[in-house]
């Protein structure tokens, strides 16, 4: 059974050190995988029910219960990432075939209803349904808007959407004006984002002009009769009135994903890095609160009463939040405790769902897709960078992360680190801001930045200590190596393959720490850090990864589907081993004794002395990233999407 660990709710704290956070009105409830291996495309709660339907983008299509967290219902013929809708009478679910068709299912059993051939035919972008369930509204990419009568299966009317790319359609709260927009850039004069359109006079009666490029993410209609649409560049949330036209208000957002009640009060808007912003829009300041979630949406959605979230992630997952508003006094109500098992949520933003009998978890801790890890010395502690720009440090005994970096104070994106030989400096490399790349070494328990290291021209994907950690290395086109305590440096020189312009792929100081191991294509190098002239090149094959084994004087490298293990002074082969495909990730623990190797859709650990398999995975369902195994050896690490699998291993051979 997989175990998950899930962001809790926080709200937004400046950039920098996580701070702790009050509660706002959003609870995470649960997690639902989807059958296959793409995001989530489509999401539709279906009224007077507890079901809602998801499509990812290989045309799985499901049916679950968001109470009992069940699934009811698997289809596997509809379209590619299609869009997905639910009549709101709850009876009806709406939405693709694979030859490009209009679908309509029994939201209970899945079985098609009616077939509407759609002509031209193109990739749908957006879809919804009427108030009294009899039309729905399509936008697909051959820019036509289309409205399908649901009562006689057929196409009521068609004309040209207003802007270049459509986001967003919906219907007015009478059913008679078809609301759509999405983005458009500027020519001579104001763009057009939106529009409201009556289709029985076939004619538009309200325009959603923009100065400049822009971009639209919604326009609905509220209880009290004003309008509300939201922009983008920046992300802005505006109310008009409805006989006037007039804007009424404005407010900063920190997203455009967004979902809605039934009515159009309650909205939800997630942006990056998974925040989730709540509003009540019949209320004088309807701004509620925010709170984190897991990570940056495909597609949200909300229920009729506004009160369950869902988000269709990158990572396969469907996300269940539930959510509080106020009561008439004004005051938050708690928010609805979901029915199943749920597991507390820890301070810091972790939510801990196990670890199981045999002592396995998963940490979620990143909105997206985790870059690098780094197990420190105490195999207690571990460093994670991702694409969301966070730098997490997490105690994997209390299952928590203790220390946290991210945005301006870190770099945009993180792509290497390593950790000193006595775990108390970490060395990171990233892209800053403005292009720049950056180089510098931290304090492993404050997260604090120490010093800068200048040199690099580009971004250094590999980064190295010398043993003694004195030295500290990093490489893309050319290798630089430094003086740790004082930045000077002592060495540069090109690395770089000019045949074909592959960069270093992995680099590791030798047990010296005098000279360097580098890679690139099919050739491993070994370059005097004190003497350029001293190098010996060896052709293994496609070489991604190298590691030096502790304790020994044995370089291992990959080459192709083979692992090698190389004499470091000759560079030559004295053992070899078999493996499924080829790898992404080389790992030991501090005697050497074991070994991790990890591949996109396998991960293997054994002992080598004396030689046995310790555990071993192979799942071409799952996409693994890089691993570490801790230094004791008895965790192994693996990264999957934005998360890490934590497995637990057999103490190591005395």
């Not at 069940?70 to 869009?83: A, C, H, I, M, S």
């Not at 972790?350 to 199981?356: F, M, S």
Request: proline content about 4%; overall charge neutral; aromatic content about 8%.
């Amino acid at each position: 059974m997989r175990l998950l660990l899930v962001i809790a709710c926080c709200l937004l704290t400046n950039l920098g050190f996580a701070q702790e956070a009050p509660r706002f009105p959003g609870r995470f409830g649960r997690e639902y995988e989807m059958p296959g291996f793409a995001e989530v495309r489509g999401l539709a709660f279906i009224p007077n029910s507890t079901r809602f339907a998801a499509v990812e983008a290989y045309s799985n299509f499901t049916l679950w219960d968001y109470r009992t967290g069940e699934r009811l219902q698997l289809k596997t013929d509809v379209g590619f990432g299609v869009p997905v809708a639910a009549t709101p009478d709850g009876k009806s679910l709406l939405t693709f075939s694979k030859t490009g068709d209009f679908i309509v299912l029994d939201s209970t059993t899945l079985e098609v209803l009616k077939t509407i051939e759609l002509a031209p035919k193109g990739h749908t972008n957006q879809l919804a349904v009427s108030p009294d369930s009899k039309r729905a509204l399509i936008v697909s990419s051959t820019k036509k808007v289309v409205l399908v009568d649901l009562e006689f299966g057929k196409i009521h009317s068609t004309w040209d959407a207003v802007s270049e790319y459509t986001n967003f359609v919906n219907f007015s709260k009478d059913g008679k004006h078809c609301l759509y927009g999405g983005q458009a850039h500027a020519g001579a004069g104001p763009v057009t984002l939106g529009a409201r359109w009556d289709w029985e006079e076939k004619k538009s009666v309200f325009v959603w002009k923009f100065p400049v490029f822009g971009t639209a993410f919604g326009l609905w209609d509220l209880p009290d009769g004003r309008w509300a649409g939201i922009e983008g560049n920046p992300n802005k949330r505006r109310i008009w009135d409805s006989k006037t036209h007039a804007e009424l208000k404005t407010y900063d957002l920190q997203g455009y994903k967004n979902a809605r009640s039934a009515d159009g009060s309650r909205l939800v808007v997630v942006g990056r890095k998974g925040m989730a912003e709540v509003f009540d829009l019949t209320r004088k300041e309807p701004f509620l609160g925010s709170f984190r979630t897991e990570t940056d949406p495909e597609t949200v959605a909300l229920n009729a009463e506004g009160t369950e979230l869902i988000i269709g992630t990158r990572q396969t997952s469907i996300l269940q939040y539930e959510l509080s508003f106020p009561r008439a006094g004004g005051e938050v109500a708690e928010a609805n405790q979901p029915l199943g098992p749920l597991n507390a949520a820890n301070d810091d933003g972790v939510r801990v769902i196990g670890p199981d009998a045999k002592g396995d978890s998963t940490l979620v801790g990143h909105s997206s897709s985790i870059l690098h890890l780094v197990a420190l010395p105490d195999s207690r502690h571990l460093l994670t960078t991702g694409f969301d720009q966070r730098m997490l440090l997490w105690d994997l005994q209390e299952h928590k992360v203790v220390r946290r970096v991210e945005g301006e104070n870190g770099f945009d994106l993180v792509y290497s680190a390593a950790v000193s030989p006595d775990g108390k400096k970490l060395l990171v490399a990233g892209g800053q801001r403005r292009g720049q790349q950056g180089l510098s070494l931290w304090d492993a328990t404050t997260l604090e930045k120490l010093r800068t290291y200048e040199g690099l021209t580009e971004v250094a994907r590999n980064v190295a200590f010398s043993p003694d950690g004195a030295r500290v290395a990093a490489a893309g086109q050319e290798v630089i190596v430094w003086e740790t305590a004082t930045g000077k440096e002592i060495t540069k020189f090109q690395a770089k393959d000019e045949k074909i312009g592959v960069n270093v792929q992995s680099l590791e100081f030798d047990a010296t720490g005098k000279s360097l191991f580098y890679s690139h294509t099919n050739t491993l190098v070994r370059q005097s850090v004190e003497d350029k002239g001293d190098q010996l090149q060896a052709q293994l094959g496609q070489v991604q990864v190298i590691r030096r084994r502790p304790e020994s004087n044995q370089i291992i490298a990959d080459a192709g589907r083979a692992l090698l293990f190389l004499n470091s002074k000759e560079l030559t082969e004295t053992q070899r081993y078999e493996i499924p495909s080829p790898m992404h990730s080389i790992s030991f623990s501090a005697n050497g004794k074991r070994i991790a190797v990890t591949g996109s859709s396998f991960s293997t650990v054994w002992n080598l002395a004396p030689e046995e398999l310790v555990y071993s995975v192979q799942d071409s369902n799952r996409r693994f990233g890089k691993s570490c195994l801790t230094p004791d050896g008895t965790k192994l690490i693996v990264i999957e999407g934005n998360r890490l699998k934590v497995t637990k291993l057999s103490p190591l051979p005395k």
